[in-house]
């Protein structure tokens, strides 16, 4: 690990100051930084340049172990250092399943082999996401990846006796369900379309917001009745943003994420029946794109988390319905996120560190990020470009898999530097190594 | 035309054309010797991977009739059912130089993304839930053989109108052709978003047959209740189904005498009983048989103005 001399960056609540990095940690801000700084030590002109804690992603899909012609933990890391990412928490729908305290510590020793950003694994709430059993929650909790962010993404935990059971037993040790809220006989098991007008006229499977909704209403008052902690993955629809709002009010522990892609893209590109723009749950017309944006700006979304979820090339060539659900998202986040919320000045720059860096590790409790750019703090961090135009290319992505739906989009806002405890992971579109 | 893929793409002038083009070809189908040489040499797939018996072999025979080389494949279940994607599947026959494609699948929009796979011609033999261009077609071409031009009539779509690809095709094309459409279904089988689909499209919406057959419209399109929807919640009984949407024989009664110029269509197979009465659907009124006649005249219509154009005459 190398120290670092950070010049003239744009620093959160420090305006122009110079960082000063020792020892993977924040040794000075300010003026005197530059002045501590030793003889020799690596300097990095941050001119124009916004310094930010780096970013953490609630909800990213690493494929590993089982696809790993999609995605690897390494292919994965790439990809989030590339998009200025420090943390990302993996989610379980692996093959085999993250259900045991092995199949976790196996995902975090991976992590770390990469070595670019933290890789956290997500423990599945329930054995092999069937819904029925609960897993080893506990002693995936005390394994070596010290678990503590449970879902079955993929799947709702429909059964509400399970869902209770597991926010009775999270609470023990101040974990948290991360819910995708999806009441599967509401929302059928072919629903990939919003339920609307264009999923009519389309004849597919409608996917109603009320199936979101009225999920995320049920945990919260499970929420309330185990005085436990539930996290709402991917909220999509103006509904469910209304019902975390509700049980913000009420004090319930509740706390939600929303993806990029549900700020930015609607409905109506489905009408090509592109597969890469099938997600789960789906694009939604412009009055929920709306509510979302509003509920990031306001607050009532704790954080943005990618849904990053490659996918081999093969995998979307089927039929639309049949096609696999998920886009990749790690590399584009900040730029769609900044360009929609930041640019148009619906949002500041500490606004989306709050929903890509300090709130989010607030919810899975990552105390090593997301924290203030002071002295005395971990250098990681991320320097971003406010003003370069991004021109998004699929075939430069350090995913192992293609499905962006933002090739070729035009873009204000690039991720320059990412620092991971000190140490510069990537920069200007590459990885340092892997 | 490179494709047809959807009603939705065909102007008026388009339908004008083809329903022509149909009334030359249904000449062809009285004849003793049912052969043209217009499609000689030209190769076209049927690629079927949903059960039909009346569409595939109306697209063959057409096909045929035209001296066009035609191929049956037939799939049971998804492409996937081997491990193969969509694309992979159409593009593998794509390589063998075939000039025209003729799909059906069970995906809604399956024909879309082919056409984008492969540089035959596609046309949509029924995609899921979403559209069947030729099945409208034959449908108007019928109805104007008994009714004179469509412009200002008014026919009603009764029955399962979500899973209904015949429906949405129709619905489109009676519209493009100047008719006036009434949608007759229980609230359950109405499509997501119906009503602003219908206000931005023209079509009127209820659920009261009886009103809508008292108003006496031209035309009464009964469409087929799918048996696997009938344990789907979607209506608590046949029976219930029959009494509030059925054709009945009273309701036939009801109709002749609203307007006994009135005619009767069923894109087929019919549930005799459940949507649609024997009475209704052998009475002089009944459309159906005109229908599939119809159908491989449209179609050869369709494949002439793919794979023909104006090169060669009929």
């Known amino acids: 690990m190398s120290d670092l001399l950070i010049r003239g960056a744009d620093v959160l609540g420090e305006g122009t100051a110079h960082v000063l990095v020792v020892d993977g940690r924040i040794a000075a801000v300010g003026a005197a930084a530059a002045a501590d700084a030793p003889s020799g030590v690596e300097r990095l002109d941050a001119d ?211 993806a990029p892609h549900h700020l930015a893209l609607g409905t109506e590109l489905l009408s090509g029946y592109d597969p890469v723009y099938k997600v789960n749950p789906p694009l939604r017309p412009t009055e929920d794109q709306e509510a979302l944006r509003a509920g990031l700006a306001d607050g009532s979304i704790d954080a943005v988390a990618t849904d990053h979820a490659p996918h081999a090339r093969h995998d979307k060539e089927h039929a639309f319905v049949d096609a696999a659900f998920g886009m990749l998202g790690l590399e584009t986040a900040f730029s769609v996120v900044h360009d929609l919320m930041v640019r148009t000045g619906r949002m500041s720059m500490a606004d989306l560190a709050r929903v890509m860096s300090t709130g989010p590790a607030a919810v899975a409790g990552l105390t090593g990020h997301g924290r203030p750019i002071a002295a005395g703090e971990p250098a990681t961090l991320v320097l971003v470009d406010p003003t370069a135009p991004v021109t998004v290319d699929r075939a430069t992505s350090q995913s192992l898999s293609r499905n962006t739906p933002w090739h070729g989009a035009r873009l204000t806002g690039a991720v320059h530097t990412t620092i991971l405890r000190g140490a510069v992971t990537a920069r200007e579109g590459e990885p340092t190594a892997c | 035309m490179r494709h047809l893929l959807s009603s939705a793409d065909l102007t008026r002038d388009d339908v004008r054309m083809l329903l022509a083009t149909a009334a030359e070809m249904h000449e062809v189908q ?125 026919v009603a779509i009764v029955g399962d109108l979500t899973h209904s690809r015949v429906f949405r095709s129709n619905a489109i094309t009676l519209r493009t052709l100047g008719a006036h459409v009434t949608l007759v279904a229980p609230p ?73 110029e009135a005619v009767i269509c069923h894109p087929g197979p019919m549930n005799r009983g459940l949507e649609i009465s024997a009475d209704a659907a052998d009475a002089a009124q009944s459309l159906v048989l005109d229908q599939v006649s119809a159908g491989v005249a449209v179609r050869m219509a369709v494949l002439y103005h793919l794979l023909a154009g104006e090169e060669v005459a009929a």
């Open chain 2, 30 to 154: 009285h004849r003793d010797v049912k052969k043209l040489p217009t499609l000689r040499g030209r190769t076209i797939i049927n690629l079927f991977f949903e059960d039909s018996t009346r569409t595939r072999s109306s697209f063959e025979i057409a096909g045929k009739w035209m001296s066009a080389d035609t191929i049956n494949i037939t799939g049971k279940g998804s492409s996937t059912s081997k491990g193969e994607s969509l694309r992979d599947t159409v593009m593998t026959i794509d390589a063998m130089s075939v000039d025209c494609v003729v799909i059906r699948h069970m995906a809604s929009g399956s024909a879309h993304q082919v056409s984008q796979w492969v540089d035959a011609s596609v046309v949509n033999a029924g995609d899921g839930t979403h559209e069947h261009p030729t099945q409208a077609l034959l449908d108007a071409y019928t109805m104007e053989q008994r009714l004179g031009s469509l412009e200002g009539r008014r």
């Open chain 1, 48 to 258: 124009g340049l916004t310094l930010l804690p780096g970013f953490v992603d609630l909800h990213t899909h690493l494929r590993e172990p089982g696809r790993e012609d999609a995605e690897t933990i390494a292919s994965g890391s790439r990809a989030a250092a590339v998009g200025g990412y420090t943390a990302v928490l993996a989610m379980a729908n692996t093959s085999p399943v993250t259900d045991t305290a092995e199949a976790a510590e196996r995902i975090l020793d991976l992590g770390r082999a990469a070595g670019l950003v933290d890789v956290v694994p997500i423990g599945a709430v329930t054995k092999g996401l069937e819904g029925h059993e609960l897993a080893e929650l506990g002693l995936m909790h005390r394994s070596r990846a010290r678990v503590s962010v449970f879902s079955d993404d993929g799947h709702c935990v429909a059964d509400g006796r399970v869902m209770r059971r597991a926010l009775e037993y999270v609470r023990a040790f101040g974990g948290v369900v991360s819910q995708h809220s999806q009441d599967p006989a509401l929302a059928g098991p072919q629903a990939c379309c919003h339920e609307g007008e264009l999923s009519g006229r389309l004849g597919l499977p409608g996917w109603p917001p009320v199936a979101e909704a009225s999920i995320i209403a049920r945990d919260a008052m499970l929420a309330r009745h185990t005085r436990s902690r539930v996290h709402v993955a991917h909220v999509s629809t103006a509904e469910g943003l209304d019902v975390v709002r509700w049980a913000k009010a009420q004090g319930i522990a509740m706390t939600a994420e929303v």
């Open chain 2, 188 to 260: 359950t089988l109405m499509p997501s978003g119906i009503t602003a689909w219908a206000a931005a499209d023209g079509l009127e919406l209820t659920d009261d047959l009886d009103a809508v057959l008292a108003s006496g419209p031209d035309a009464v399109m009964m469409l087929r209740v799918q048996r696997e929807r009938m344990s789907g919640g979607f209506f608590p009984t046949p029976r219930e189904y029959t009494v509030g949407f059925g054709l009945t024989r009273e309701r036939l009664r009801a109709l002749t005498a609203a307007n006994p």
